[in-house]
Nanobody
Framework: VQLVESGGGLVQAGGSLRLSCEAS????????MAWFRQAPGKQRELVAA???????YYRDSVKGRFTISRDNLKNSVCLQMNNLSPEDTAVYYC?????????WGQGTPVTVSS
């Protein structure tokens, strides 16, 4: 499985961005997907996840602002990010989990200016 993220960039506080992650292969509908982020000098952290049954998880700091969704026909998962704050500045990574296998994208940077 290969993952390619897009949609990162520079935005002012209060603005919005939509991240996309496209996956290769024909098993996407059976893969649990997630978005992680890593800020400079900090550990990578889970932001949001969506499993094959469309169950979603969000870390507390993004609840009500971020929405994760998936389109199995397009082999893609998106992260809609609203009301962004400087604390959301990080490189965002897409992660795919299938059985014991884990795959990561190359990351897309998000910078939120105050």
């Amino acid at each position: 499985v290969q993952l390619v993220e897009s949609g990162g960039g520079l935005v002012q506080a209060g603005g919005s961005l939509r991240l996309s992650c496209e996956a290769s292969g024909s098993i996407f509908s059976r893969i649990a997907m997630a978005w992680f982020r890593q800020a400079p000098g900090k550990q990578r952290e889970l932001v949001a996840a969506i499993d094959t049954g469309l169950y979603t998880y969000y870390r507390d700091s993004v609840k009500g602002r971020f929405t994760i969704s998936r389109d199995n026909l397009k082999n893609s998962v998106c992260l809609q990010m609203n009301n962004l704050s400087p604390e959301d500045t990080a490189v965002y990574y897409c992660k795919a989990s299938w059985g014991p296998s884990v795959y990561w994208g190359q990351g897309t940077p998000v910078t939120v200016s105050s």
